[in-house]
Nanobody, 124 residues
Framework: EVQLQASGGGLVQAGGSLRLSCAAS????????MSWFRQAPGKEREAVSCISSSDFRRYYADSVSGRFTISSDNAKNTVYLQMNSLKPEDTGVYYC?????????????????WGQGTQVTVSS
């Protein structure tokens, strides 16, 4: 069992930066693929970034590649998403998720552990 708590969202102007955090409790996340998803208003949930549980390969959606960086701090049992050069289309609720002993890339509806989400709003 793992519980996730997402934080760090806020309102930022286009071109700005935010750093999201996902703190895990109840279990260490080194057995899990840790990922970030987002859901924009009126849009489907989409994968943003992921670290796999096996080889720690990092995954980025094409829309955020080069702008976002996923990282982890095992001592703090926390995963981060550094978001730079933010665009209005990055606006949405960002969720962290834990997928046990899984590679990155699984469909979101197969993942059982989710944080509550944190709102990111990017203004023009």
């Amino acid at each position: 069992e793992v519980q996730l708590q997402a934080s760090g969202g806020g309102l930022v102007q286009a071109g700005g930066s935010l750093r999201l955090s996902c703190a895990a409790s109840g279990s260490t996340f080194d057995d899990y693929a840790m990922s970030w998803f987002r859901q924009a208003p009126g849009k489907e949930r989409e994968a943003v970034s992921c670290i796999s549980s096996s080889d720690f390969r990092r995954y980025y959606a094409d829309s955020v590649s080069g702008r976002f960086t996923i990282s982890s701090d095992n001592a703090k049992n926390t995963v981060y998403l550094q978001m730079n050069s933010l665009k209005p289309e990055d606006t949405g609720v960002y969720y962290c998720a834990a997928d046990k002993m899984a590679p990155c890339g699984r469909s979101w509806f197969l993942i059982g552990s989710w944080g509550q989400g944190t709102q990111v709003t990017v203004s023009s």
